[in-house]
């Protein structure tokens, strides 16, 4: 197993990505710490298919401190960045990812599967997903995986129900410490970063349509409220919409933000979110992007059939002229607009999200054996010593409760 990567010159340039985000990912550098001393991850093969990103680099080096040897591919053909591609393969790391890889996508998979892996690692579940449909001789040496995104749970569950998963996964994507802060303050981030260096255009002032109002989407509609933007957001769920509603956003169906809106942004998860029917109704210069995992939320191939042309006006965006002469910009053929255009999340949330994904796998490896096939949440204490070693590297010293608070809480004898 070697690498295949875009150009292994670009190293030099990936080293110092990498060092950047180790600079502000301190929990997951002393976790890298202990791994260095304990080695428990000694012997152990791991294949993990996850944005390849500075972030995603630091995690490696930290399961390689850890003694684990790994190969590594991208979880989408446009958020890789070559140059940390090259730096991971030139510390010898079996990386199969390069950015615009999309007719090699599921090689590069396969390859990363000759590792014949004790562990999986996902973001979105193509992985597993593979070994389960097309490679089921490797799961005899699989222990256990882990899955870091929404999206991913979400199928790894719908496995586990029907009766076909064959390992145990710990669903990193629910711990605390990562969807509080990744899935909000991250995805709210990263998302206007990619829409700004895809646009540069002013948001104060225009119609942002959020559809979806999970953490994703209360996230970032938070952030477009910070930039000054008119914030409309959708959701099927009564509950969620009920909650944007009371947290000060315009709520409405799809149909009619469609007339309205300037910038559409899905983060539901869901299909087709934005579809023909939505977008022959948007305003002519109407933007378009997506922030889900996969590029299904908005209806590419109807806009590709009913466009009477197309062409590219700024890297990461593409004019769709209508038929009736109106034009839709979409932003990274619809896919995850601040991994495609921008660099994803920042390193500070992505070390608490990164941190559990390391934890788990030691933990599955102390499991080994244990565990059924079926998702599990990341164990609670790991949840809260990431949180400890968070606060910690941020300085903040919190309260403890008293023995008589203790009490008092376990107790019900005390009332007015
Ligand atoms: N910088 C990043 N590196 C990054 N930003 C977001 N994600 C990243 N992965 C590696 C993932 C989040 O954890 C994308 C996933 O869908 C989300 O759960």
């Known amino acids: ?35 260095e001393k304990s080695k428990p991850l000694r012997g152990v093969r791991i294949a993990a ?22 190969a590594l591919t ?36 396969e390859e990363a ?17 593979t070994i389960h449909t097309k490679h089921t001789e490797l799961l005899k040496n699989v222990v256990g995986g882990t899955e870091e995104t929404t999206t991913g749970v979400h199928r ?24 509080l802060f990744d899935n909000r303050y991250g995805t709210g981030q990263s998302t206007i970063d990619g829409i700004l260096r895809a646009t540069s255009l002013l948001l104060a ?98 806009l590709e059939k009913n466009s009477k042309g197309k062409r590219e006006v700024r890297k990461s965006v593409v004019e769709y002229r209508l038929k009736d002469g109106r034009k839709i910009y979409l932003l990274a053929e619809g896919r995850l607009v601040n991994l495609a255009a921008a660099e994803g999340h920042s390193p500070e949330v992505m070390d608490m ?8 796998v030691k933990w599955l490896i102390e499991m080994k054996g244990k565990l059924e096939n079926k998702v599990y949440v990341v164990p609670d204490k790991i949840d809260r010593e990431i949180a400890r070693r968070k606060l910690k590297s941020m300085g903040i010293k919190i309260d403890r409760l008293t023995k008589e608070q203790k009490e008092y809480l376990r107790g019900w004898k005390e009332g007015t």
């Open 205 to 302: 002032g225009k119609k942002f349509v959020v559809a979806g109002y999970g953490w994703c989407g209360r996230g970032l509609a938070m952030r477009a409220r910070g930039m000054g933007a008119h914030v409309i957001v959708t959701e099927v769920d009564e509950i969620r919409a009920l909650e944007a509603a009371m947290d000060g956003f315009e709520v409405m169906r799809m149909r009619d933000a469609a007339k309205i809106g300037d910038i559409f942004v899905t983060v539901t998860g869901d299909k087709h979110v934005i579809d023909g029917r939505v977008m022959e109704k948007m305003k002519d210069g109407a933007i378009v992007a997506n922030s889900g995992h996969f590029d299904n939320e908005i209806d590419v191939e109807w």
């Open 1 to 35: 197993m070697d690498y295949k990567v875009k150009d292994i010159k670009l190293a030099d340039e990936g080293d110092r990505l990498i060092e950047w985000a180790e600079q502000h990912m301190p929990v997951l550098m002393s976790i890298r710490r202990d791994f």
């Open 156 to 179: 790894q569950r719908a496995m586990e129900k029907n009766g076909i998963l064959k390992y145990p996964v710990v669903a990193v994507n629910d711990a605390m410490t990562k969807f």
């Open 74 to 109: 991208g979880s989408n053909p446009l958020s890789t960045n070559d140059a940390v591609a090259a730096s991971l393969a030139k510390h010898g790391i079996h990386v199969f990812a390069w950015r615009e890889n999309h007719d090699k996508y599921y090689w590069c998979i």
């Open 353 to 360: 999200s990164f941190a559990n994904q390391a934890l788990s």
């Open 49 to 70: 298919c996850l944005h390849v990103t500075k972030e995603t680099a630091v995690l490696i080096k930290t399961l390689k401190a850890g003694g684990a040897k790994i």
């Open 113 to 129: 599967l000759k590792i014949k892996p004790h562990i999986t690692m996902d973001d979105g579940g193509d992985l597993i997903t």
